[in-house]
């Protein structure tokens, strides 16, 4: 039987009616990164917050390591860094001060500070009031408090919301040192794929609360690649003529969106149109946003 | 684990000025009466025989306002500081018993105000000495004075703290510190079995009832609230 990182067993959360987290069963494996995908409000904070034993689950279990939350939750912490939502600080405290309240809690070796420092390039501003920092830098801030305990799991929820281009390029590249450098396994949750798409090995996403699907990257890459949209003078006739072709496609008003989607059958698509004298105004990449991705899941899930 | 907790309390407060108030408190009560007494000493010293028993009384008079101010302003603030940048949820999901960071984190408050009634014996009796009523320093009734109302307070303490740790923000626990330090006020007017009047009872000068109620009182509202928080969710 394989030791998962993280499992959860039926996890639910509900507040008065309104459930939050419904029915999650996650599993994340030694050196995976893990992104946990999701629009806003689906459910993705509380279900980090059971993870770290904030929030107690209304139903279901909590396994890291193979121990219980609900019972082990000191044992687990211990080796559990996290940074859930936006990082929290002491802004009249220097970057060091603020790890220095969080490392004597963890009883971590001094020097300690100094490596994680390091590690989030912080060290020039170590000593600087945490107040004066960037949002970037409060966020590589939390990031380093989270690595301070040298975790087996490291959980960062939404660690690149509200950087600049800069600053999200630099968590990335953190991220993806992690479990080669330093073996540890990430869970990283995010509203944005392309985010997601950029780090993780392994996706489960999540909407209104249910996980809609969870398995490799290669797979939602897939599902979430753009489709070609292409415009003629008459949609239907254009239709049936690409059909009769063999293409695969449908139509959308006045548009053909086109199922097929490698540069040569774009091409050779275009072409039949014109040769079988049809115009191309025309030809457009849609790029799905995530919510449209979800609703082919769950009509994938009922289907299948 | 408390003792750890309790250092990363300490550090948390650094250069906030909590370690100012606790000096300015007393000093703020002896302070009053040296105002009071520089401007009419001889009419006050000609009112008993007792010149040493009136000036502790004086004294005593603000003592517990300045004290369930300085509770309302110490744990509220105790509060805010997890509370402005959302740091409750890092500090809980510590290694640490939720019950331990509860009361690691009161520890603090506690600690000052007895630091700051400490400090109301020491100025009370410079300002005596200062002021040479003649007689014997009455040792006794200045720290049962200084030293008591602290004891009486502990419910109050350890309701502020409660309130102020799980609120959603500050504005509940002020509230209820305001109206609480305006039955102080009229702590003359509040029946003997509200707390809001032990300190007062404690400051008059027989204060063994009220302190012992107070620290008997104190530690069970404070184990209610930790029971309380460590089963709470973190928002």
Excluded at chain 2, 118 to 133: E, I, M, S
Aim: proline content about 5%.
């Amino acid at each position: 039987m394989e030791q998962w990182i993280v499992e959860t067993e039926n996890l639910t959360k509900t507040f008065g009616r309104e459930t939050a987290v419904d029915g999650v069963n996650l599993k994340i494996a030694k050196g995976d990164i893990y992104g946990f995908l999701g629009p806003n409000g689906a459910g993705k904070t509380t279900t980090i917050r059971m993870l770290l034993g904030l929030v107690k689950p209304t139903r279901g279990t909590v396994r890291l390591f193979g121990r219980d939350m609900a019972r082990e939750r000191i044992a687990i912490l211990r080796k559990v860094g996290a940074l859930v939502e936006s990082p929290s600080y002491y802004p009249h405290l220097t970057a060091r001060e603020n790890l220095e309240t969080l490392r004597i809690v963890l009883d971590a070796p001094k020097f300690r500070i100094d490596e994680v420092l390091d590690i989030v390039k912080l060290t020039a501003a170590a000593d600087k009031k945490v107040k004066t920092f960037s949002l970037g830098m409060k966020q590589r801030l939390g990031i380093a408090a989270a690595l301070l305990n040298e975790p087996e799991l490291l959980i960062l929820d939404e660690p690149t919301n509200g950087l600049d281009p800069a600053g999200i390029i630099e968590i990335r590249e953190l991220i993806r040192r992690m479990p080669s450098e330093y073996g540890i396994t990430v869970f990283i949750s995010s509203h944005l794929l392309a985010e997601v798409d950029q780090v993780a090995t392994k996706v489960g996403v999540l909407d209104k609360g249910k996980l809609l699907f969870q398995g490799p990257i290669g797979r939602m890459r897939e599902l979430a690649r753009p489709a070609v949209r292409l415009k003629t003078d008459d949609a239907e006739r254009a239709r049936r003529a690409l059909l009769a072709r063999g293409f695969s496609l449908q139509r959308d008003g006045d548009w053909l969106v086109l199922e097929e989607r490698t540069d040569e059958r774009v091409a050779e698509a275009v072409a039949r149109l014109v040769q079988d004298g049809f115009p191309v105004y025309r030809v457009e990449e849609e790029k799905k946003p995530l919510e449209q991705i979800f609703l082919q899941m769950t009509a994938g899930r009922q289907a299948g | 684990m408390t003792g750890r907790l309790f250092r990363a309390e300490l550090l948390k407060i650094k250069g906030k000025g909590l370690w100012l108030l606790t000096v300015l408190g007393p000093l703020g009560v002896v302070g009053l009466q040296a105002v009071n007494y520089g401007v009419r000493k001889d009419h006050l010293f000609a009112q008993s025989d007792d010149r040493w028993g009136d000036y502790l009384a004086n004294v005593a008079s603000f003592t517990p306002l300045a004290l369930v101010l300085g509770i309302v302003i110490l744990t509220s603030f105790m509060a805010f500081i997890e509370e402005e940048t959302g740091a409750w949820k890092t500090v809980a999901a510590l290694p640490a018993p939720k019950s331990l960071l509860f009361l690691a984190k009161f520890l603090v408050p506690a600690m000052l105000l007895m630091i700051a009634s400490g400090l109301l014996v020491l100025f009370t009796l410079a300002h005596g000495l200062f002021l040479d009523p003649g007689g014997r320093v009455p040792w006794a009734d200045l720290l049962i004075r200084s030293l008591l109302p602290v004891c009486a307070a502990l419910p109050i303490l350890a309701l502020q703290y409660w309130l102020a740790v799980v609120s959603r923000h500050q504005g509940v626990a002020v509230t209820i510190g305001v109206l609480g330090f305006l039955l102080t006020y009229n702590a003359h007017m509040v029946p003997d079995w509200m707390p809001w009047r032990w300190p007062a009872l404690a400051a008059a000068g027989d204060g063994a009832p009220a302190a012992i109620m107070g620290v008997v009182f104190g530690i069970a509202l404070f184990a209610a609230g930790m029971w309380h928080f460590s089963r709470k969710d973190v928002s």
